[in-house]
Structures are given as C-alpha cells and as structure tokens.
C-alpha cells in the first residue's frame, strides 16, 4: 500500500481555514532538500503556493501571501501549510514536493529531479 503524503483537503465554505500536511517520510528528503507546495485549480496552470529553500527561506505566491502559512513540524516530520481566509479561487489539488537544493524554482529540475507526493483536494465554495 502506498503511503497517502498529503492529507487535509476537503471542501470548506469562503472564509474558512484548512490545515494540510505532507509527510516527508512519502518523499525522498534531507535536510539540505527544498520543499514546495503545489497547486492546480480545473483551469489553471499549476502554481508554487509556497518554497521552502533548504536554508528556511519561504517565498509565497503573492496571491495567498498574509492568509497561508507554511511550517516544519519536527516531531511529526511533515511540512504542514495553515490555509486561512480561504476563497473559491484557491480551489485545486494541492500537491507537496521535495527536491535538491536549489531545484523547486525550477518547472525542468523539479520535473526531473523531485518527488511529489498524489495531492490532496480542496474545495472553496461561496
């Protein structure tokens, strides 16, 4: 049986929040690995929610920015992403990946170079 990575979608009404969590024990990951949640709505391309750069650096997608918050939970071994205020448009399956250093800013070396966990759905109705 494969390990689920992702889990915490569901569907939600506006203004409402929803915690999802990836765990890094589905993925290929070190500490000197980048880590990066995805998303891809029905008719949109896919989008870097947020990176984590191997140094903890995190860079949001401006849309989301003040609203999700992403964080390490050691114990656990998951990059959890907080989702708040959420709106229809943040509608998608949300997908966590890992890969080296260096690469999550990158569509080819992610492609070529990273594991990504089967994705989670979240919903956000009005």
């Known amino acids: 049986q494969v390990e689920r990575v992702e889990s915490g979608g569901g569907s939600v009404q506006a203004g409402e929040s929803l915690r999802l969590s990836c765990a890094l024990s589905?993925?290929?990951?070190?500490?000197?690995?980048?880590m990066v949640w995805f998303r891809q709505g029905p008719t949109k391309k896919r989008e870097r929610v947020v990176v984590?750069?191997?140094?903890?650096?995190?860079t949001y997608l401006p849309s989301v920015k003040g609203r999700f918050t992403v964080s390490r939970d050691i114990a656990k071994n998951t990059l959890d992403l907080q989702m708040n205020r959420l709106k229809p448009e943040d509608t998608a399956m949300y997908y966590c990946?890992?890969?080296?250093?260096?690469?999550?800013?990158?569509?080819?070396?992610?492609?070529?170079?990273?594991?990504w966990g089967q994705g989670t759905q979240v919903t956000v109705s009005s």
């Open positions: 990946a890992t890969a080296p250093a260096g690469s999550c800013s990158s569509d080819y070396r992610l492609a070529h170079d990273g594991d």
């Open positions: 589905g993925l290929t990951y070190s500490p000197s690995s980048c």
């Open positions: 984590v750069d191997a140094d903890g650096t995190t």
